[in-house]
Each structure stands twice: as structure tokens, then as C-alpha cells.
């Protein structure tokens, strides 16, 4: 994330595949993820611009016996841009503020404006590196309009080798304990909080209701997953990973423009999959 710049890793790029065997009435899900952030350094205080981009490829399968057409509802894109700029602060801190804007859509039609969200965060972070214990402490909160979740989130984050082979990371989005082998080598257990948001254009009557007042406006995922990951360094900067996993809660629903409950797709958990390579700092 931005805000570990220069604290602990930067991720410069990424490539990530997340696979899901859905239940309920869907019969898959599946997220292709691509990243970059590019640092701008502007003084020699450790000021920098960093700017965000990002694509993503979302693939639903739905089953034929739902109560609605799935014709152009299984399938979203995402793009968005982001920019950050983050200084240093007294006794080590360290302040950074981000905003960004996402297009996000099935796009059955040119884009219209209910395919645009804005999102911003911002954080506080404290580190020490150079010593035998490292640790980083991140405070900060973040909000996206319109999202899964109608309410700034928190962000508090807690991170510590505490052991020349094991270290910890406490807080949101991901909490883990590592064991590093070697400098290649690294496996952890975690818990992560995985989530979506996308509109739906063409607003679509739900078929449930006789009267035709609910429609289908956008479509949201709320997961928690817990699982065992392993992580291998191709280079110094390079680094291959592997996560597998299950759902501890699981909510894939359709909603209304107020984003009111319409359709609860699958709420059952599953086995959980991700794996990817990043370019990191």
C-alpha cells in the first residue's frame, strides 16, 4: 500500500489471480488484479508523490435459476488512478494522504456516471528499521463513495520481527505470523478482509417482486478468509507468492441505487485462492 513507502516494502507492481468455487447461486468467482505505483521523490526530506494505477477483471458465474436475467450481469471491469503524497513528521513519523477515482461496471454501454467512485484515505506511520527487532505502527482511516461499506473504515496496523525467523502483522486489511526460512523463503498463516463494489448499468427489475419496485443497481462482496500463504523471492526485489484458504464469512449480494438489499447470491463459505508475483522495494 502507499503508505508503506519507505517504511517497510513498496509494491511497484503486481500481478494477482483470485479464484473462489462460489456456492449458493453462484458457481464461481474469479479477480484478475493489475497494479502499479510509481514514486516521485521531491525533496531530500523524504517528501514524494506516488501514483497509483490499476485494473481489474471480475467474472461471476450465476446459475440460469436465479430470479433475474444474468445476461451482461457476470462480468465487471475496473480502472482507477490514484495519487499519494506523504512527509516525514517529528520523532519518525510519518504522514500521508491519498485520493483516488475508479470507473467500475459491467459496461453494457458507454460509461455513465454511476460507474464512477472516489475514494481517499489517509495515515500515520512510525517505524524503526534499522535495528534488530524492526517494527511499524500504522494509524489512519479511509472511505470510498459509493462502497461495499457506507462508513470511513479504520486502519490500524501493527507490524514486528520479534525473531530472526518469525515476525508479525496485526491489523487491517491483513493480519499474519510469518516463519522466513531463509532471505527466499517465507510461509505465514493470515486472516484477510477481501472486498468489491461495482455498478450495474441498465438498472434490472428484480423478478421477485410482483410490483417491480426493486432493481438491480450495483452488486457488492464482503469476505473474511483465513488460510496459509508462501511467499518466494525470485530476486531481491521480485517475489512470488501463494495463498490458499477458506471463507470465515461470505456475502456476495445484488442491491438497489440506495443500496438497499435486493439479492443475497451466496452467503456459504468456500475454499479460497490467490496467487500473484510483485515488483517491490
Not at 458507454?110 to 524503526?128: A, C, E, M, N
Request: one cysteine or more.
Amino acid at each position: 500500500m502507499f503508505f508503506c513507502l519507505h517504511t517497510q516494502a513498496q509494491d511497484l507492481a503486481k500481478i494477482e489471480y483470485t479464484y473462489l468455487p462460489e456456492g449458493g447461486k453462484a458457481t464461481h468467482f474469479e479477480r484478475l488484479k493489475i497494479a502499479a505505483n510509481i514514486p516521485f521523490k521531491l525533496d531530500k526530506k523524504g517528501t514524494y508523490l506516488v501514483i497509483g494505477l490499476e485494473y481489474r477483471n471480475i467474472n461471476i458465474g450465476l446459475k440460469e435459476e436465479v430470479p433475474f436475467a444474468i445476461t451482461n450481469l457476470e462480468h465487471y471491469q475496473m480502472y482507477g488512478v490514484n495519487a499519494g503524497y506523504s512527509f516525514k513528521l517529528k520523532n519518525d513519523w510519518r504522514f500521508a494522504i491519498r485520493l483516488g477515482a475508479r470507473i467500475s461496471s459491467n459496461f453494457e454501454t458507454s460509461i455513465v456516471s454511476d460507474d464512477f467512485r472516489y475514494s481517499g484515505d489517509f495515515v500515520f506511520v512510525k517505524s524503526k528499521k534499522e535495528i534488530d527487532k524492526p517494527w511499524r505502527i500504522v494509524l489512519g482511516m479511509q472511505y470510498s463513495n459509493p462502497g461495499t461499506l457506507n462508513f470511513p473504515l479504520p486502519i490500524i496496523n501493527y507490524y514486528k520481527k520479534f525473531h530472526e525467523r518469525w515476525s508479525f502483522n496485526i491489523g487491517t486489511p491483513k493480519t499474519n505470523l510469518k516463519y522466513h526460512f531463509d532471505k527466499r523463503n517465507t510461509i505465514q498463516a493470515y486472516a484477510l478482509v477481501d472486498r468489491f463494489y461495482t455498478n450495474v448499468q441498465k438498472n434490472r427489475n428484480f423478478l421477485g417482486e410482483a410490483d417491480g419496485s426493486s432493481q438491480i443497481a450495483n452488486i457488492s462482496s464482503l469476505r473474511i478468509v483465513g488460510g496459509l500463504g508462501y511467499e518466494y523471492a525470485i530476486t531481491e526485489h521480485l517475489l512470488l507468492y501463494l495463498y490458499a484458504g477458506h471463507t470465515l464469512n461470505n456475502d456476495l449480494r445484488l442491491r438497489d441505487e440506495n443500496r438497499n438489499d435486493v439479492y443475497t447470491i451466496n452467503n456459504s463459505n468456500s475454499f479460497f485462492a490467490q496467487g500473484g508475483i510483485k515488483f517491490k522495494i
